[in-house]
Each structure stands twice: as structure tokens, then as C-alpha cells.
């Protein structure tokens, strides 16, 4: 797990002398010396477990840094809860901008009420609230599940089992990915919805649900659907151990460097390509615009890219 230094307003200043002897970035000097003030970005994310969250993280530090903003980055550990507390505790510190990776639809809307009652622009990156926040920079999830759904309807002749792994329950990319599926699946009578139920974005959770329905379903299993790639190389895992594997399509979402791996090597069959870097990025860079008052997109959505073994090349790093 990657851990972050939080760093206060009120730390800031009590430890200035400190601060001032320690060195500052070539973006910390160029802000001081423009006599701009710097900014301060408040950023709690769903969970800094899973990769694809932490890859949007990083590009947020890495664009804060280049534009000499101090982020106070804090981990939400999947609780709606405890990041609508966190969100209080951004309010009550002054930051300039918040940028949310909401845990909930519902139970994170609370925080984005908050942040905009106390005139604070937020910002919510890769998933979404029934509160409608200052901006949102993500991805359209139904339009993942439809991708993905459709490579299993034509890998399968349209004719076939499928189980489905969803995300954390409540959560925007599993209610959309779940919508994107379904939709697919009402075109193709031949595809049967054989078994659904969460693994919670975990590879572990993944791998043990698959164990289940292998159990249950056996040979009656012709493709998975799982919301996300670490729950997709747990399927993977549990049918290469039963001897399933190459009876089974499975695909699954974000193109992580394990999931790029296991497409090169043909035990994922395709994954489907987010893009981390962008959401991360724009996300700070709307946060900035909001706070300086320029025009920024409400709005703005990064498309999805199947990744199959035919294009591997243009996604692996």
C-alpha cells in the first residue's frame, strides 16, 4: 500500500522556517516567485488497494507537482462514512479544491453538498454521485459493460453461459457496467445470465467466487464478465486451476499491467482500456481551473478501448 504525508495549513505555518530550508521544486519556486498563492487540493479516493485507483492518484500528484500544488491526500477505504468526514476535515482546513473518487452514488452525496455549501469547488474523478458536484472527469461505464459484453456475445457465437462479477455495490462503475451488460445481453436471447454476485473489486474475493461457481456450474460456465480486471485475474486463477481455462472467455476492465500481461499471454481474453493517466490528470487540471475561476468542461468523458490480443502493442508500456 502506498502511504502519503499529510501536510496541514497549520503545520504549513508553524514549520515554515523548517520548510523554507529544505528545498522546493523548480513549479513550488516558479508559483512563489509569480507571487501567485499556492494552492491547496484535498483528494480522498475510494481505495488505495486497488491498482487502477492508485494509478489515478498518481497522475493527480504527478500534475500537482509540476503546478506547485500541495495535495492532502487521504484513502476512504471504501467507506461512503469516512470519506464524507474526510471531505469535512478538507472544508475545515480551507483547502481550495477537493477532488473526490467517490465510494457511493447515494452514500458519498452527502460530502459533495458539503463541499459546495462551503463554496469549495470538488471535483469527481473516475465515479459519480446522485449530487451533482462542481465537475466530473471520468469515463461513461455503461459504455464498458456494453464493450465488454459484446466481445463475449461474438467470441460465443451469441450462444452461452455467463457469470458476472460486479464491483463494490452502490458504486457508479457497478451499476453502470452492470446497465452497459445487460443491454448487450437483451440483444443476444442465446446468452444466459447464469449466476451474478460481487467480489468487491478484489483479486482474492475474485478468485474465491469463481471457486464457487465452479463448484456449483462446472462445465456449464462458457464465459465470465468481471467489472474489473483484479477480480478478472482471480477468475482467471481459480478456472486455470480447476483445468477450465481454455474452455472459458473471460474479460474484465481497466487493462492494469497484469491484465495487459495475462492478454499477451492468452489467459485473459480481453480487458477493456481505461485510462488512468487522463482521468487523473484532467481531474487536477479542472480543479485549478475551478479554483482560478477559467472556463472548464463540466463534463468530461475519456473513452473506453477494447484490448485484445490484435492491439496489445498500442497499450503496453
Not at 448487450?184 to 464457487?212: C, F, V
Not at 463540466?298 to 502493442?313: A, C, D, R, Y
Amino acid at each position: 500500500m502506498k502511504y502519503f504525508h499529510t501536510v496541514t495549513l497549520g503545520s504549513l505555518l508553524s514549520l515554515g522556517v523548517l520548510l523554507a530550508g529544505c528545498g522546493q521544486s523548480g513549479s513550488d519556486t516558479k508559483s512563489q516567485e509569480s507571487g501567485e498563492k499556492k494552492l491547496t487540493v484535498g483528494v480522498t479516493m475510494l481505495s488505495m488497494q486497488n491498482e487502477f485507483i492508485v494509478n489515478v492518484h498518481d497522475e493527480i500528484e504527478k500534475k500537482a507537482q509540476e503546478a506547485g500544488v500541495e495535495l492532502i491526500t487521504v484513502d476512504a477505504e471504501r467507506s461512503a462514512l469516512k470519506q464524507i468526514e474526510q471531505v469535512e476535515s478538507f472544508i475545515a482546513q480551507k483547502v481550495d479544491a477537493i477532488i473526490m473518487n467517490p465510494c457511493e452514488v447515494e452514500a458519498s452525496s452527502p460530502a459533495v453538498a458539503k463541499a459546495l455549501a462551503a463554496k469549495i469547488p470538488i471535483i469527481n474523478v473516475n465515479s459519480e454521485t446522485s449530487t451533482t458536484p462542481t465537475a466530473f472527469v471520468g469515463s461513461d461505464d455503461v459504455e464498458s459493460g456494453r464493450i465488454a459484453m459484446k466481445f463475449i456475445a461474438e467470441k460465443l457465437g451469441g450462444k452461452g453461459n455467463v457469470v458476472m462479477m460486479h464491483g463494490y455495490m452502490g458504486q457508479a462503475a457497478q451499476i453502470k457496467r452492470e446497465q452497459g451488460a445487460r443491454e448487450i445481453l437483451k440483444q443476444y436471447p442465446g446468452l444466459k445470465l447464469l449466476a451474478h454476485q460481487t467480489a468487491e473489486w478484489d483479486r482474492a474475493k475474485g478468485m474465491s467466487l469463481m471457486e464457487n461457481w465452479i463448484q456449483s456450474y462446472g462445465n456449464q460456465i462458457n464465459a465470465v464478465f468481471a467489472h474489473n480486471d483484479e477480480m478478472g485475474m482471480g477468475a482467471v486463477k481459480a478456472l486455470t486451476d480447476a483445468g477450465l481455462k481454455e474452455k472459458v472467455v473471460v474479460v474484465s476492465i481497466d487493462a492494469i499491467p497484469d491484465a495487459l500481461q495475462a492478454v499477451k499471454k492468452g489467459t485473459l481474453d480481453a480487458t477493456v482500456y481505461q485510462n488512468a493517466e487522463q482521468q487523473g490528470g484532467q481531474a487536477i487540471e479542472t480543479a485549478i481551473k475551478a479554483v482560478k475561476g477559467r472556463p472548464f468542461d463540466q463534463q468530461t468523458l475519456i473513452p473506453f478501448q477494447l484490448v485484445t490480443k490484435e492491439n496489445l502493442s498500442k497499450f503496453m508500456k
